[in-house]
């Protein structure tokens, strides 16, 4: 019971909030960078570089989860949702990046607003899985999750360690 609640600890929390923001920073900035190579790239390109990187897993595994979806996700992948997902990407990156830049410097203001803006990412990525069944929504929607208690968390936190 000692080890739950020194794992629960104020200072254990603050550090799991600062790792994920540090981990949704780098999320975002490659979200950034993907969402202008997606745009920019042939569907021909995307294709054959999922095909390199995936075939030694899919030789090995052809049921290799990831590999399967990565490929699978390629392989249907149109000139419209190419991109949509240029689109989604860059703008889901920018946005996350300006929220956690106010996060990191304790911003109160920012603490709402990360929250509403995170329940919107979800709501988005739980109508958009209705259509494509991505694993890779699911994935980062339930990460969305975990961001947003932990942000509820430490605004809760950094309220009452002002007053």
């Known amino acids: 019971m000692s080890g739950i609640k020194k794992l629960l600890e104020e200072k254990n929390i603050h550090l799991l909030f600062e790792i994920s ?4 920073g780098i999320i975002a900035l490659f979200e950034i960078i993907g ?3 997606v745009y ?6 995307l294709l054959e570089l999922v095909l390199a990187i995936t075939q030694d897993e899919l030789t090995e595994d052809p049921r290799d989860f990831i590999s399967y979806n990565l490929l699978h996700s390629a392989q249907s992948l149109s000139i419209g949702s190419q991109h949509f997902l240029a689109f989604f990407l860059l703008s889901h990156g920018v946005i996350k990046m300006f ?4 996060l990191i410097r304790e911003k109160l203001s920012y603490y709402p607003s990360g929250m509403i803006v995170f329940l919107l990412f979800i709501l988005y990525q739980l ?4 259509f494509t069944h991505s694993f890779w929504l699911l994935l980062i929607t339930a990460m969305d999750v975990l961001i947003i208690g932990l942000i509820w968390h430490e605004y809760n936190y950094l309220r009452k360690k002002r007053n």
């Open 21 to 24: 923001l540090i981990g949704k």
């Open 35 to 37: 969402g202008i190579l």
């Open 40 to 45: 920019f790239i042939s569907q021909q390109f």
């Open 99 to 102: 929220l956690i830049t106010g």
């Open 127 to 130: 109508y958009r899985f209705n």
